[in-house]
């Protein structure tokens, strides 16, 4: 069914395809400017740091647009807000030229004790007006709209009140803050939870969508697991592909992040969006390719 696409809410930019910073293809990367349109980084992985890391971010900013996703900033804990983070992550954005800066809908640990993973939150009126509230702090520190990811999940609380598509649009708007829409969590959560993925997408508010992600899975039977690795599978690119319709395209973002290949792989990979979506590469890009030939 045709539907008429909805007008972006912030006035960013749809930078095409692109993929993660990672380090084993970091001198890949900055030897021979491969044809990608842009690059996502971690943002914990560029703060604190110097030396070489910090030389290539340099380089890779000077000739791609970047992204910041982070995976720290807790937004749903009850711990104050770390405001030393949040000043190292506006940094961080400032000297990279951040696009935009993206984190989860999650909570990572508990009195100051993080536990390194995206731990889910439950969806009920108090913890939408917790979560509101801190992203509302942190949009006024960062001075821009934080953009939050709906996360991949393998257990509720008995306690949730609403559905985490409701949880999202509700938050959104309610913050004014953007979305990364991650089709393989709608489509991993959706198998884990049994709920209907073109239901969570008819759900979200596609004009606070700013960027998609895009990955493979484990699946091992009776769930799946959301571990970034290897081909996505058709059914995540046809929910991807629904999600183009609904938006006009948004910046797409392939991760791979487990048992990495070569980035040309990678960059295969990420390139079926073309074909499964009918994303055009920015002129812009097109553009600064040609410019880098001898």
Known sequence: MKHTPAKPRFDLP????????????????????PEVDWFEIISENFMDVGGRPQWILEQVA????????GVSLSIGSVDPLDRDYLTKLAT??????????????CWTGVAHRNLHDLLPLPYTEDCLRH???????????LERPLVIENPSS??????TTMSEWEFLARMAEDADCG????VNNVFVSSFN???DPYEYLAGIPMERVVQFHVAGHTHKGTHILDTHTGQAVEEVWRLCERACELTGGRSLLYEWDEDIPALDVVVAEAQKAHAFTGMKRPVKT???LESAQP
Request: hydrophobic share 45%; proline share 1%.
């Open 131 to 141: 979560v509101v509230a801190r992203i509302r702090q942190v949009q006024d520190i």
């Open 154 to 159: 393998y257990a509720e609380f008995t306690s």
């Open 286 to 288: 097109a553009q600064r």
């Open 193 to 195: 939870h049994a709920f």
């Open 62 to 69: 000077a000739h791609y647009p970047i992204v910041m996703h």
């Open 179 to 182: 979305l990364l829409l991650d």
């Open 14 to 33: 749809n930078l095409g395809v692109g993929v993660g910073l990672r380090t084993v293809h970091y001198t890949h990367v900055v030897e021979t400017l």
């Open 92 to 105: 961080l954005a400032q000297k990279s030229k951040a696009r935009w800066v993206s984190d989860h809908l």
